[in-house]
């Protein structure tokens, strides 16, 4: 899930970037009656969207424990203790996918060098609270929507 294109809310397309959705005023990623992907409505318990395939959220926040022990599921415990580690370099990202968000933490952790070491705090907290967020299920699956292994 590089990005959401649509807003699980209401179904509207998203502006690149968007932190909230314009049409129906919610943060990014809230709701669970559409498709982040294709933007097709499905159930809110739907672990998988019949339209595009891609992987979904249900509401309850929390897949079917058969999804969550999928072969090849990212580990949870994984995803945590590199964010509480290794989260100013954005490892916990790269392993997860978010590429983008993982290089964003890389650079600041780097420019630290020449900020004196601000940067790389800012980006050391940012890990260690995702870091706790796997941990605790806060981030419940991968880039590709698959829900991370206990």
């Keep these: 899930m590089a990005e959401f294109k649509y807003c699980r809310n209401c179904g509207k397309q998203l502006e690149p970037g968007a932190r909230v959705c314009m049409g129906c005023?919610?943060?990014v990623g809230t709701g669970h009656r559409y498709c982040w992907n294709c933007g097709s409505g499905t159930d809110e318990e739907a672990v998988v969207c019949v339209a595009c395939g891609v992987g979904l959220v249900p509401k309850s926040g929390?897949?079917?424990e058969r999804a969550a022990a999928q072969p090849g599921a990212k580990s949870k415990v994984a995803a945590g203790l590199?964010?509480?580690f290794l989260g100013w370099l954005g490892?916990?990202?790269f392993y997860l996918g978010f590429t983008?968000?993982?290089v964003t933490q890389l650079i600041l952790g780097i420019l630290g060098i020449v900020t004196f070491?601000?940067?790389t705090w800012i980006s050391?907290?940012?890990g260690f609270v995702e870091g706790i967020l796997a941990l605790t299920g806060g981030i419940p699956a991968d880039a590709e929507g698959k829900p991370l292994a206990d």
């Design 25 to 27: 005023g919610v943060p």
């Design 62 to 64: 929390r897949p079917p």
């Design 117 to 119: 070491g601000v940067t």
């Design 82 to 84: 590199l964010g509480i």
């Design 124 to 126: 050391g907290i940012w």
């Design 100 to 102: 983008s968000k993982a």
């Design 91 to 93: 490892i916990h990202n």
